[in-house]
């Protein structure tokens, strides 16, 4: 089993940052992902970004690459999304998964958070 915990999501203005972290715990070595996925009120959920726990190789939907970006410290067992030039369409609940497929997979994320909302306003 993997355990995982997001943390700091919240209000923030149009333009704004905010960093959301997930904490890893259990069997930690079953995965080769960490994804973050996000679900608005009304749609789907999608994938938002991914990282290989190993290499660190990073995969990112088009509406978020230049301005998010994800990492991992492997001493604490946690993976970062840093969020920066907010906009109100992404405001959604994110969530964080682990998967030891392939990272846009979503099918293969057998682990999943509780989620954290954020609230981009305009």
């Known amino acids: 089993q993997v355990q995982l915990a997001e943390s700091g999501g919240g209000l923030v203005q149009a333009g704004g940052s905010l960093r959301l972290s997930c904490a890893a715990s259990?069997?930690?070595?079953?995965?080769?992902?960490i994804g973050w996925f996000r679900q608005a009120p009304g749609k789907e959920r999608e994938f938002v970004a991914a990282i290989s726990w190993s290499g660190g190789s990073t995969y990112y939907v088009d509406s978020v690459k230049g301005r998010f970006t994800i990492s991992r410290d492997k001493s604490k067992n946690t993976v970062y999304l840093q969020m920066n030039s907010l906009k109100p369409e992404d405001t959604a609940v994110y969530y964080c998964?682990?998967?030891?497929?392939?990272?846009?997979?979503?099918?293969?994320?057998?682990?999943w958070g509780q989620g954290t909302q954020v609230t981009v306003s305009s």
């Open positions: 998964a682990a998967t030891p497929y392939r990272p846009t997979y979503e099918s293969g994320y057998s682990y």
């Open positions: 259990g069997r930690t070595l079953s995965y080769n992902y």
